[in-house]
């Protein structure tokens, strides 16, 4: 969140400018529209809230989690790969952190509930990097 004074006061109250960028929306559900979206997200691999989120706009989320599907599906069977070495590394650091996490922990989720399918994990590197095995 973004604030700046005025330089000069002019004798007035000051004020703040405020960046109120991220809003809040809540929404309510009955409890049998809440059980409904939620078993549509787990059969996504996703929160409730990231698939309420996909469900109006994708977000940065949605759009790189489906460039990552892509990505795997191009690669030839027993292709070893980490979610990360599908990208070059400049294209890797300009994915916002937290979608960048949210990429590795959701397609982990996936590949272990077999969501998805031609993917099966292969172990974890010695710094907590997740590794797969296209089938």
Same mark, same amino acid.
């Given at each position: ?34 059980? #409904?979206? #939620? ?17 109006? *706009? ?8 489906? #460039? ?65 095995? *296209?089938?």
């Amino acid at each position: 969140m973004g604030l700046s004074v005025p330089k000069k006061l002019t004798g007035r109250l000051p004020f703040l400018e405020v960046d109120m960028s991220d809003r809040v929306v809540t929404i309510g559900f009955t409890e049998i529209d809440y059980i #409904e979206i #939620e078993a549509e997200a787990k059969s996504k691999g996703l929160s409730v809230t990231q698939y309420c989120k996909s469900r109006i *706009k994708k977000s940065e989320f949605d759009i790189k989690y489906e #460039e990552l599907i892509e990505r795997v599906k191009k690669l030839e069977p027993d292709t070893p790969f980490t979610v990360k070495s599908l990208w070059k590394s400049d294209e890797w650091k300009s994915i916002s952190k937290g979608v960048r996490l949210s990429l590795g922990r959701n397609f982990y989720k996936n590949v272990a509930t077999s969501i998805v399918v031609d993917v099966k994990v292969n172990g974890m590197l010695d710094v907590g990097i997740m590794c797969y095995v *296209k089938i």
